[in-house]
């Protein structure tokens, strides 16, 4: 078997998320396994960088998957146009490319990085990817957001009863900038090695909170240093949310 790293981007509302699930309800990774598996002739599983929940969205999602040593190279530069032939409109395959044997898209990852909109006027065309919300504060956002770069344990905004062994992520960046140039769309960008399940989301709920003179800076860090989830602010829809990018070492890739 050879060994490839499958890059994607995804529209996350026709799917109950990333993960494969019991049920046979929609998931991006189903989706996918399903169509290589008939295109392939035989089971094909696949491993994403991460799991993104119901309704998230992916500019860029990486995934690796095994194909059969007997598989002609050619063949694999035409898998991407084959299998956006039939997984539907809501997923792109952008690229496969070949790594080691033992490159894994999610351990190797060495950094991911979302980004979640925001929108202050109303507009169809940015209904389905943005948040609508009355003006914020976005200087009292961006002093709270660069705290999360200060500190490691980030249980106040890990999903409760999750599987995680460890809820230690290292923030590189967070911040809000504005887009535009006219005030009415902002995005809250936040870059880390790793990330919690609904931390993306929880963070963002907790800081619209202080841009709305809900929660003051103080207040912020007694949130961070309490440890308890139900301390921080409410987890935002996920529809605004994308995973927008994924580092890797460049001496896994051949």
């Known amino acids: 078997m050879a060994r490839y790293f499958i890059y994607l981007a995804y529209d996350g509302r026709p799917y109950h998320g990333w993960q494969s699930q019991p049920g046979g309800v929609a998931t991006v990774q189903q989706t996918i396994e399903a169509a290589l598996s008939t295109l392939m ?12 929940d119901t309704g998230v969205n992916a500019r860029l999602m990486a995934a690796h998957v095994d194909l059969p040593d007997s598989v002609d ?3 694999v530069a035409e898998l991407p146009r084959r299998l956006n032939a039939i997984i539907g409109p ?3 395959i952008d690229r496969i490319v070949p790594v080691k044997p033992d490159a894994h898209a999610r351990f190797d990852a060495t950094s991911r990085s979302y980004r979640y ?5 109303r507009n ?3 209904t389905a990817y943005s948040l609508l919300s009355a003006p914020l504060d ?5 002093q709270a957001a660069s705290r999360l770069l200060q500190v490691s344990d980030f249980t106040s905004f890990a999903k409760l ?4 062994r460890t809820n230690i992520c290292r923030v590189a960046e967070a911040r809000w900038v504005k887009l535009d140039g006219d005030g009415d769309r902002h995005c809250f960008i936040i870059t880390a090695d790793r990330f919690l399940r609904n931390m993306v989301r929880a963070v963002v709920g907790t800081l619209v909170e202080v841009g709305r003179g809900k929660i ?3 207040r912020f860090d007694q949130i961070i240093a309490g440890r308890d989830r139900c301390l921080a602010g409410t987890s935002m829809p996920p529809h605004p949310l994308f995973l927008w990018d994924i580092t890797y070492p460049e001496d896994i890739f051949l």
Request: with cysteine.
């Open 117 to 121: 909109f925001v929108n202050h006027r």
């Open 124 to 126: 169809p065309f940015l």
């Open 138 to 142: 976005y200087e009292a956002m961006n």
């Open 41 to 52: 002739r035989q089971p094909i599983a696949v491993t994403g960088a991460g799991r993104t």
């Open 161 to 164: 009863h999750s599987d995680a």
């Open 90 to 92: 809501g997923i792109a």
């Open 73 to 75: 190279p050619c063949s």
């Open 216 to 218: 003051t800076l103080d």
